[in-house]
């Protein structure tokens, strides 16, 4: 024999069309942001890299500017004749054209260490 169902009250009819309504909110919801999280991510990563590889150019061209410089420098007749004063005072002329030396430093003859600035 059946016994008879005993009806559930209107409220639980309401809770079930409620979350039957807000799951689906919730999920799509969930999945756009995982989405746009990833994205900003990716966006970031990509302005990370460029940012790199541009200090990197900047950082390439300065060091070839002082070895360049430093070249010139080398091959100087004051300091081929062993002239160290007119040396360093061509040297710190060369230094006014570098704006990231802070000091130029030298050897003197007698093998002592010096530091313009």
Sequence with gaps: MLLPRRARP???????VALGSLLPMAVFAAIIAVRLGRAVQEETERRLLSSSVSMAA????????TIRTLRVLSRSEHLEQAD???FAAEALRAME???????????????SW???A
Aim: glycine share 0%; proline share 6%.
């Design 58 to 65: 900047a950082f390439d061209r300065e060091i070839a500017a």
């Design 10 to 16: 209107l409220r639980t009819y309401l809770l079930v």
């Design 84 to 86: 160290m004063e007119a």
């Design 97 to 111: 054209t570098q704006a990231s030396w802070l000091t130029l430093p030298s050897w003197t003859p007698a093998a």
């Design 114 to 116: 010096r530091c313009e």
